[in-house]
């Protein structure tokens, strides 16, 4: 025994020593070997379960840093099913809120009637880690309670073989990863499925992985699996099998704390900071797969109010840790560059995994030296068994890709994005528009489309789109008024546009608008044309009306001081096919003004009226009174 040793015992034991100083020391130090002890014993399950899955089957498809990274400190999450009320058979929706290994426990020996599970979730959400862990976690049964299973990456590019060799496959449950990273799933979902589902109709039961993003729709999501039952069906049972459908819930609060408590046992006040940063940043536990990088955040402090902001902090402590052989620059470009040519030539390849030689031809073209790789758990690239690299998170590659668009890359324009590079690009346009970018055709088009969905789905866009010039996708129309304007050129007019008009042209169909109501003012950007919301609270005379619009200006009504009678082009515009509310215009627009007068003019005393009230357009003496309702020009930028 050692003199240390010897000198502690007889302290610990000889009350006269124990002084206040001596016993906090000794709660402290018993206190560090409790949690050491503790956490060497997760640290030692851990391990167990990333061996045994890198015996059974892992190491050659998944690769031990994304078995190590999907094992390590993994909570099980919860399950959820979709509303009952959108099912048309209510026996096919699961229970809401489960515990997500239970309900699989289930699944996986409930009868013949629900041999095919969906299993659906966000980018980020732990699809893969919950494959791996639920794989692992059967292994580790008594072998009475043992499901024979099997795991099958589709994002490797010879998926289908794998499956054709797995044996005794009326005895095994097969679990398909990630369908939305399968290339040919990619180019037609539905046709792949129908391939998977017919190379998988021997297994027990088939459970597939997939985002839920990847269907364009919920309609899209596939109900029957195109395998038909075998023998008897019970009544009500269709002749196919048709998919169970099951969501994973973001991590509650207890499971967050219990995440912390494994990632953090010791010093508390880490935990107390990570507790903290998840506190003020929701996204982390909404996408549990960020967890894992707290301490890049942490080490950030940098403020985070988008999911693009997590995986920039991600990006750059990455380089920094590479910083030492690299340039940390010149590494970014190199990881953005490939990520696109993962994506671009991911058919070609037949996954989004490149070849070292590959690579290393690439790393030369693109001047960045890669002798010294250093790719670790933390890494943005993992290499598998067979020395192939893939980023570590589909999501990260997606990030890179969003970056690269976004910055009108020549190589992203034939690209189609993925719902997730969608989902990025549109967090970054705020930011971009802000620092006066270029704005390529590409994100033009881009903010269009999200325009026109936004007035679809009834929701606000997350930025001003009249800070980007949109005029190519908008309709032109005139902004100079006619001092003799006839009807026959009225109704040409009605006719090029296809305006509607009751009188004149009663088949015009009218055009899509997109309007966004900002408080007195309404944006077209169907038209790229701001309008009053309102309008003059009185009939008024044409010259009045006149007067009114210098009014408006020199009041600089809306913070704008070009405000003028719109054209008649411009009023028919607002024409609708169909009353709503009792008028030809869309109820974005005060009901007050029922008909408005128009810049246009058939002679010195005769000018355009254009009636919501009965949807058309007439000629008045300019003595008549008529309401205003005024425009501001802006036609290609407001």
């Not at 290339?183 to 017919?198: G, N, P, S, V, Y």
Request: hydrophobic content about 40%; overall charge positive.
């Amino acid at each position: 025994m050692s003199p240390d040793s010897t000198n502690f015992l007889q302290a610990f034991f000889d009350s006269q020593q124990w002084t206040i100083v001596a016993v906090v020391s000794l709660l402290v130090a018993m206190a560090g070997a409790f949690f050491e002890f503790f956490g060497f014993r997760s640290y030692r399950q851990q391990r167990r379960t990333q061996k045994l899955l890198e015996k059974s089957f892992g190491s050659e498809l998944y690769g031990p840093e994304t078995i190590e990274r999907s094992t390590r400190y993994y909570i099980p999450p919860n399950c959820s099913s979709v509303d009952p009320a959108q099912e048309a058979e209510i026996r096919r929706v699961m229970p809401t809120e489960e515990k997500l290994f239970e309900k699989i426990d289930k699944y996986l020996t409930r009868d013949e009637s629900g041999r095919h599970l969906l299993l659906l979730a966000d980018s980020g959400m732990g699809k893969s880690s919950f494959v791996l862990n639920c794989y692992a976690r059967n292994q580790q049964r008594r072998k009475s309670r043992r499901q024979r299973l099997a795991v099958v990456p589709l994002g490797i590019p010879d998926a289908d073989d794998y499956i054709a060799k797995i044996d005794d496959q009326p005895h095994t449950v097969i679990f398909l990863d990630a369908f939305d990273e399968d290339t040919k799933a990619i180019k037609d979902h539905r046709q792949r499925l129908l391939e998977l589902m017919h190379a998988c109709r021997k297994f027990k039961r088939v459970l597939i992985t997939c985002r839920t993003q990847f269907f364009p729709s919920d309609e899209e999501i596939p109900r029957e699996t195109g395998i038909a039952r075998v023998g008897p069906r019970k009544a009500g049972e269709e002749a196919k099998y048709e998919f169970w459908k099951l969501y994973l819930s973001p991590l509650d609060d207890e499971q967050v704390e219990a995440f912390l408590r494994k990632r953090y046992r010791w010093p508390f006040g880490k935990r107390q900071q990570a507790r903290a940063l998840v506190k003020k940043i929701p996204l982390l536990s909404a996408r549990p797969m960020l967890l894992a990088y707290i301490p890049d955040l942490l080490e950030s402090g940098a403020k985070i109010e988008y999911a693009f902001q997590l995986y920039e902090v991600l990006v750059e402590k990455w380089l920094e840790r590479e910083s030492a052989w690299v340039e940390p620059e010149a590494l970014r470009q190199f990881s953005e560059r490939l990520a696109v040519d993962l994506y671009a030539h991911r058919q070609r390849r037949g996954a989004e995994r490149i070849s070292r030689v590959e690579l290393a031809g690439l790393a030369k073209e693109w001047n960045i030296p890669l002798d010294d790789w250093q790719l670790s758990g933390r890494s943005l690239l993992n290499r598998d068994a067979e020395g192939n690299y893939k980023f570590a998170h589909r999501s990260i590659m997606e990030y890179l890709v969003a970056r690269r668009w976004i910055e009108g890359d020549a190589a992203c324009n034939e690209l189609e994005l993925s719902d997730q590079m969608k989902a990025f690009v549109l967090e970054m346009i705020p930011q971009h528009l802000a620092l006066k970018k270029p704005v390529s055709k590409s994100l033009k088009l881009f903010i269009w489309e999200m325009l026109k969905s936004s007035v679809t789905l009834k929701r606000p866009i997350p930025f001003d789109a009249a800070t980007c010039d949109l005029g190519e996708f908008q309709l032109r129309l005139r902004a100079k008024p006619i001092a003799n304007l006839k009807e026959e050129n009225v109704r040409a007019m009605l006719t090029k546009h296809e305006f509607f008009d009751s009188h004149l042209n009663n088949e015009g169909k009218g055009i899509a608008h997109l309007y966004e109501a900002r408080g007195k003012l309404v944006v077209d950007y169907a038209t790229g044309l701001m309008w009053q919301q309102s309008g003059s609270a009185n009939q008024l005379s044409y010259a009045n009306a006149e007067k009114y619009i210098r009014d408006l200006n020199n009041q600089r009504f809306g913070g704008y001081h070009d405000w003028r009678l719109p054209m008649l082009e411009e009023a028919m515009s607002l024409i609708e096919p169909k009353k709503l509310e009792s008028l030809y215009l869309d109820s974005v627009f005060d009901r007050k003004q029922r008909w408005i007068w128009t810049a246009d003019k058939e002679s010195a005393g005769v000018a355009w009226v254009a009636y919501f009230s009965i949807g058309n357009c007439g000629r008045f003496f300019v003595g008549y009174s008529f309401f205003v309702r005024a425009v501001r020009a802006g036609q290609l930028n407001i």
